[in-house]
């Protein structure tokens, strides 16, 4: 039979029609303001994965390189998720170990759909923008994915009440830049700007982090340069042969460090923060140190040269985007092209990793174990001390 239901300011009275037993649920203000449930006050256990820490949040891009990274962060920390997914759930099923038995949550969306957006941050406090493309595909489209995408999460975050929305964006972003490369301005770093101007206008205070080049395990940084498609033989050819270009790359666990800092954090609200590495280098310098730790020095023949006299070049991105275009081979494409010859420029004052508390990750120590995976003769076992580590890579002045 069904219950008869008494309300009222403090506890709801369920009584069944026969009389024979009712149970009372006690509604304390402790838990309740306003008729919005107040998460903090459910928090439980000593901290770790096992626990709850009163934080719900909602990644968007939580499949990609740095929403993986990002998951583990949280779950580390008993926050529970909301894990929105586009394709084939199995993409991100794998996630679900990052956090307790019913802490990690998926429901299915699709960037232009508002409903599916509305379902995943409607019990969420905290909504994380992960949402990225390196490259165009027919369906999606830079302006789509940055800029109209960022939008529409800003704005229906904005709508449902959510307190905090993290973006992460590009460090060297612009209205206007300088093409380098390609023969007209990036769209890339334009959407991107384009789209920080977006979220604040739906959600103005939000938080944005603008990355340089992230890399780590499954990057599109060190893997780009490690993949065949990018070199020629032992020729590779970049940009004023990289000694014009001036790279700052940070650990993909440092960004997502920082956002599970920012997210944490009430005083970061309305900042940007400018996620780059604690060092400088020379592209020329850090891609031949690359090869020098994947023993393809310049005893194995290898060397740099100039990308405008590579005739080879333009035509291996023609092909390579002919036959995969809806993802280029080697991340091969005139867009990551101009990215990788781009300087990474900071704007002084601007708060940086290390105000939100972040302890940055040095590449001398990171890079070997990344590229090890690539290295020349991986089946011969070499004895200790048999292959010196190659000098580090010179760094460049402070900006």
Known sequence: ????????????????????????????????????????????????????????????????FVGRYVCNKLGKTGTQMILPYRGDFYDAARLKVCGDLGQV?????????????????????????????????????FNDVHVDGARRLARISREMGVERFIHLSYLNAEEHPTPLVMKKPSMYKISKYLGECAVREEFPTATILRASDIYGSEDRFLRAFASLWRIHSHIMSLYKNGEATIKQPVYVGDVAQAILNAARDPDTRCLTYQAVGPKRYLLRDLVIWFYQLMRKDENWGFRLMDMKYDPL??????????????????????????????????????????????????????????????????????????????????VQPAY
């Not at 070997?368 to 580590?389: H, M, N, S, T, V």
């Open 1 to 64: 039979m069904a219950p008869v239901a008494l309300t009222g300011h403090l506890a709801t009275k369920i009584i069944p029609k026969n009389g024979y037993m009712s149970i009372v649920y006690i509604k304390s203000a402790q838990y309740s303001n306003e008729g919005k449930l107040n998460l903090a006050s459910y928090k439980r256990g000593t901290g770790g994965r096992s626990s709850f820490n009163g934080v719900v949040a909602t990644v968007f891009g939580c499949t990609g």
């Open 313 to 394: 070049l333009p035509l291996k991105v023609m092909v390579v985007n002919m036959i995969s275009p809806a993802y280029p081979f080697g991340n091969l494409h005139w867009e990551s092209l101009e990215k990788e010859a781009t300087t990474d420029v900071l704007v002084k004052g601007m708060p940086t990793l290390e105000d939100l508390g972040v302890t940055l990750t040095n590449m001398e120590d990171q890079v070997p174990w990344e590229l090890k995976p690539y290295r020349a003769y991986q089946y011969y076992i070499d004895k200790l001390g048999e292959f010196p580590r190659p000098p580090n890579p010179k």
């Open 105 to 141: 949550l998926f429901t299915p969306f699709h960037l232009q759909d508002d409903e599916s957006i509305a379902k995943a941050v409607r019990y969420s406090n905290v909504v994380i923008n992960l949402i990225g493309r390196d490259y165009e595909t027919k369906n999606f489209k």
